[in-house]
């Protein structure tokens, strides 16, 4: 299964991709994700993407077509892939129609989850992630069994830099203005699957489940 996880800012595509991976057994790919790597370890590739990331803009297509082809070519990615923030903009929506039809691949679904700004600001507010294994929670929402601690790694959790409120709204109104026409984009190729975000994970992760099936 080849996805595309499509949505705003804390719309939920890395909570969603978690279950994804699982029942469906495939690899996430999120740029954020990788970036961040390279932001924290200050890989070249890192330093150029730092102050974008920090001021809630988009980094490069050049930057990010770059580790999404290298990372679609690794082998766990044959059997399937669940991009989450790829792509932002039609560049690369172009591009990766491009990289895949090389390998005679294609995007199967597109799954667009839509929620309203003044949720994604509470959100993106009580958000907190493990730093050693990337597990996303939130401190009411999808709170961890011991306050600002990993379930998994026993960790303290951390805040994401970009999760201030100024530079949420920034990330919001790039959103708005360079990502969301890919809407129309995978629309008008039949693929968009368009899910209410609202509500409670489980039952978004229901309505993934069923758009997928059906
Ligand atoms: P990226 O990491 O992709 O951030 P984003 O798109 O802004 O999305 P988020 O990760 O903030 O939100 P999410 O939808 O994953 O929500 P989550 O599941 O965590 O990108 C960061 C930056 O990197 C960009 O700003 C840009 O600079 C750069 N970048 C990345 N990709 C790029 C690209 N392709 N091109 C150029 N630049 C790129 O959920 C949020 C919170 O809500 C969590 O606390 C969660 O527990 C909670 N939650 C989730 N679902 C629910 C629910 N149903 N009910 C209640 N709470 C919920
Ligand atoms: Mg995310």
Redesign the pocket.
Known sequence: MNLILF?P???????QAQFLVESYKIPQI????M?RVAVRQQTPLGLKAQE??QQ????SDEI?LGIVEERLAQDDCRSGFVL??????IP?ADALAEILQRCGRSIEHVVSLEVDNEEIVK??S??RSCPDCGK???VT??APKRVDVCDVCGVALVQRD?DREQTVRN?LAVYEQQTAPLKEYYRSQQLLRTIP?M???AE?QQRITAALAG
């Open positions: 949505g800012p804390g719309a939920g595509k890395g909570t999120s740029t954020g994700d970036l974008i990331m809630g803009g988009l980094v990010v989450d923030g790829f792509p932002r903009t690369q959100r993106l009580g958000r996303g929670y939130h929402y999808d970009d990330r975000g509500g409670p994970i978004v």
